[in-house]
């Protein structure tokens, strides 16, 4: 399982085994107009970054209304 993450924003999203990867942040794009490249990673980058995790909702990417 990879992780698609924003380093601008801190989104990160899962990607499925057929998904394509994404070069640059929905978003940012989307809320900023900003092309920001994302990477990849085995885990979420919010896991790494805060060890103690909260019990959060799954973060999927919000589809703009
Ligand atoms: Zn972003």
């Known amino acids: 399982m990879s992780y698609v993450n924003c380093p601008r924003c801190r989104l990160t999203v899962r990607l499925r085994d057929d998904a ?4 640059y ?3 940012c794009a989307a809320k900023h ?4 490249k994302v990477y990849l990673s085995a885990t979420p980058a919010r896991l790494f970054a805060r060890p103690q ?5 799954t973060t999927q990417p919000a589809a703009p209304a």
Do not use: K
């Open 53 to 57: 995790t909260t019990a959060e909702p």
């Open 20 to 23: 394509l990867t994404p070069e």
């Open 33 to 36: 107009g900003v092309q920001s």
């Open 25 to 27: 942040c929905p978003r």
